[in-house]
């Protein structure tokens, strides 16, 4: 059974940082590539980031320049650092498996899902 288990997420102040960490087991890790996505109340899952199962990291415009993906594959787990966040940064964050070499930036293409974790960011 795959399982995804995301943590990390808090309330933080505009302009400081969080750290989110995704936990992935019963799936065998180094075949993946791992993506992040987060969604705000009222509005669709979006794309935030994501790793190639060889490391290779994607990012949305929105956040590039302040957030770094990167995956551990030691510990399978999958991290987003999160610098320099915005109140528009809020929302609940997924991670998601996608058993491909190269990750996706579409949601309906995530083969395994993590539950979320909020990250609230205060003006």
């Known amino acids: 059974q795959v399982q995804l288990v995301e943590s990390g997420g808090g309330l933080v102040q505009a302009g400081g940082s969080l750290r989110l960490a995704c936990a992935a087991s019963?799936?065998?890790?180094?075949?993946?590539?791992m993506g992040w996505f987060r969604q705000a109340p009222g509005t669709e899952r979006v794309f935030v980031a994501a790793?190639?199962?060889?490391?290779?990291?994607y990012y949305a415009d929105s956040v590039k320049g302040r957030f770094i993906i990167s995956k551990e594959s030691a510990e399978n787990t999958v991290l987003l650092r999160m610098n320099n966040l915005k109140p528009e940064d809020t929302a609940v964050y997924y991670c998601?498996?996608?058993?491909?070499?190269?990750?996706?930036?579409?949601?309906?293409?995530?083969?395994?899902w993590g539950q979320g974790t909020q990250v609230t960011v205060s003006s």
């Open positions: 019963g799936v065998i890790f180094s075949r993946c590539a």
């Open positions: 790793v190639s199962r060889g490391g290779v990291p």
């Open positions: 998601a498996a996608l058993e491909k070499v190269i990750p996706s930036r579409l949601s309906r293409e995530y083969d395994y």
